[in-house]
């Protein structure tokens, strides 16, 4: 039944769709003509395809019959049309009578244009097919105009060109063949191919097509005439892929994305505990990304020109004064996150040991016997509203997260009170593309774990909790600090608790990233979040190191009676009783597991060793497939090695690289035209490979142009930094010339999904969610015996800002080159480890 309404609905709209395109525009004796010709396409397309096609075609059918009820012509007229189509000419004068603008009529124009071809008017069947299911697939409309027009100009001067070009497509099975028969033809060596063709008419016929070839600027004798002519009739290919591209989606053409798209949003807020401004910033961040794009979703991209901040003053004076005011505020900002111990905006630990000492001891004023012994049905827990502040101080100190006092993600376990975090970037939902086995493993809930003496005490002191009583704690626990100001004599506020556990870990070392993960900041407030994957040990981990802080604050050992002693709330479970700490892990599914990599590079290594020793000069085809195989291995090390970003010319030029010193300049970031790129240094491993690739070219550059082979103009254009590092070639068999394919995302997808089958920037989520021991990679562990690596190092290598969008590299920066040169040899310690090893290409 639902099958039926679905095929329904499909017919309803192709018939609203001729009915607006045909009959509206038409008379009686115009409709009778057009009908003939649906018949005759209905006729022409392959019979291969009808099952495709085949709601399509019924549809078609069905209405056919519905509008032949009256017809003005003669059988003999029929037939006549029928075969030799309709008189284009006079046809279209005399609609024009009544039509000023037949480019409205793009369905009428088509019908009326048949060719004398058959292989032509197979097309011109199919692709109207085609057209009929984008109708119904909707939102297609400005795209079906584009198809229907470029097979009608096949049948006049405009297109003639482009027929030879074409595929017959009788000759293929199924809508996947010729598909991919047109993505390869797009990089032919049209230009050879018609010049062999048309030896002695090849310049007039070139001429005489003027502009839709070759632009006026571009001379015919210039060296750049062949490359702008494959160019220009791949473009035009290009038009019969995407029809074909649109069937296979299968979606509405509203939901395609063609490029990122971009959004500003409202990044971190931040609240003066002295003047009670808020100020929060404006965050560029890229949406709607696929599997191709260069960035993530929802990864911010800071542009310093055009960084904005917007502050809210709390109680306005003068609009001058108040502006310098904003603007020290703004500075103060940027200072306090830097988390720097002298900082004022940051509670001292001796504040904070009063203040845990406080806390102990207004909890412990409680009756937690009562809790453990249990009471009667009517017997309730006595506590007053100060012990609710206390507690709600308590647990944001503990945590960093102001609402999880009030989260409904909190839930007891039989080893401590957790808090169920929430962190989703975009990639940690996995794509049917991708190759599962090389994901991490990320079905884990991750938990933060809490004092066990807090299940029952939180519980009975929210039993009843609603808005109205929330804001009651929350005013009470701001009065209650300012006593605790004046009694204690020191200066703590709302902010310097809550923010205590953030400035603790980031002076002791611990990854940003892992920090922001911990209190749920937005996975825009950082760019590193939507390439991060954690693991529950380096959470579990971060939460020791600091109630251990807490507990060291304390200094209670003197006291000896043990109801007296306030550790329990601070004290969390044991790592012995926190179940596989080590396997549980969230984020990015990106963050692949390296071991499974090491099959994978073997595999590129045996491809390549295999065609040195079969290579020679005859076969100019082995020699063109041991290029590409070497150039995949080259993209996968300089993708792991380098984190660029996957760009239309990946890893830049030859001139980029300095292969003595290892510096790499690095130019992905095009989003930010203030930034010109940004330097990195490469593994030395990887910098011997790039020589022995360099040697590799320069000798064959020479030796292929002695022999007059294109494979010498592309080398040679490659030492001189006129095109990429990387390329890759393609032979032409007809006419046994080589090109240079051309690089964009969705080519490269497809070729290294060959051996990788994931997003092109899977490196990047590689390298950023890297770990020693289950620890991450950028957090400080004196357990350790190996040289800790910074979070702005890393963050700086993938060109990342940080959380209120500055450089890592900007005029404030203490990085040294040495620590990137550093991280560099990290880096070349893990490729090796993976199994990349300098290859020796012979020529």
Sequence with gaps: MDTDNKATKRACKIGEWLQTNIIKWSNIDEISCLLVELKFL????????????????????????????????????????????????????TIKTRHKYLKDLYLINFLASRSDSPKINSIRSFYFFLCLKMVELTDYDSRIETTLDECRFLTSNIREFLVPFLPDITEFESLNDLQSHLIESQDNDHYTRWLNSTLDTFESE??????????????????????????????????????????????????????????????????????????????????????????EDEERQDNEKEFFEQITVNTPSNYYLDLVRAEGQSNSRRKSAMNLVTSVNIAHEDDISTLVKYLGCKLKELDLGELDRGRCIDEKFKFDLSHQSALY????????????????????????????????????????????????????????????????????????????????????????????????????????????????????????????VITESPVHHLSALPYYNVSQYDLYRCQFKFTNHLLGLIDDKNIKDSKERIDVFFKITNEDTVPHLNDQKMGSLLAIREKLLTPIIEELKKNILEKIGKTSFLKVGDFVELHNFFT??????????????????????????????????????????????????????????????????????????????????????????????????????????????KLDNTFLKKRISAYISLPLNWPRHYIRSLQNEHIGKYSFDPSLNKDSIGYDVVSAWMGHSDELGYSFYDRFSGLKRSELRAFAQTINELTKDIGFKLIKLEH
């Design 206 to 295: 070139i001429k005489k097509y003027g502009n839709k070839l070759l632009s006026r600027s571009t001379s015919f004798s210039s060296s750049n005439a062949k490359n702008e002519l494959n160019e220009r009739i791949a473009k035009y290919i290009y038009e019969y892929i995407l029809p074909i591209e649109n069937y296979f989606k299968n979606d509405s053409g509203i939901t395609r994305v063609t490029s990122t798209t971009y959004q500003v949003a409202n990044g971190s807020l931040h609240y003066d505990d002295t003047t009670g401004n808020t100020i929060s910033d404006l965050v560029n961040l890229t949406k709607d990304v696929n599997s191709t794009e260069a960035f």
């Design 632 to 741: 995949d291995y080259l993209y996968i090390w300089l993708s792991i090695a380098s984190g660029y970003r996957p760009v239309n010319e990946p890893f830049g030029r030859l001139s980029d690289i300095d292969t003595r010193t290892g510096l790499y300049f690095i130019s992905d970031k095009e989003v930010q035209q203030d930034t010109i790129g940004r330097f990195i240094y490469l593994p030395a491993i990887l910098c011997q490979q790039i020589d022995e690739y360099i040697k590799f070219i320069k000798g064959n550059a020479s030796l292929f142009n002695k022999l007059g082979n294109d494979i010498g103009l592309i080398y040679t254009n490659i030492l001189d930094g006129n095109i990429g590092l990387v390329c890759y070639l393609k032979l032409d068999e007809a006419t046994s010339t080589v090109t240079r394919l």
């Design 42 to 93: 209905q006729d022409t397309l392959p019979e291969q395809f009808r099952s495709a096609l085949e709601s399509e075609y019924h549809a078609l059918s069905e209405w056919v019959k519905t509008k032949d009820t009256v017809s003005t012509l003669t059988e003999l007229e029929k037939l006549q049309i029928y075969e030799s189509g309709i008189d284009q000419k006079n046809f279209l004068k």
């Design 393 to 516: 101080l308590l647990m944001i100190l503990l945590t960093g997260n102001e609402n999880i006092f009030e989260s409904d993600n909190l839930e007891d376990g039989f080893n401590g009170y957790r808090y169920k975090l929430q962190f989703a970037p975009k990639r940690s939902y996995t794509d049917e593309s991708w190759d599962k086995k090389l994901c991490a493993n990320n079905e884990s809930i991750l938990f933060l774990y809490m004092p066990i003496v807090l299940i029952e005490l939180h519980r009975e002191m929210t039993y009843v909790l609603d808005d109205d009583l929330m804001i009651s704690i929350h005013a009470q626990a701001t009065n209650d600090i300012k006593a605790f100001n004046k009694k204690y004599k020191v200066r703590l506020s709302f902010n310097k608790i809550r923010n205590y556990f953030t400035s603790y870990l980031s002076q002791n070392g611990v990854d940003k990233a892992l920090i922001e």
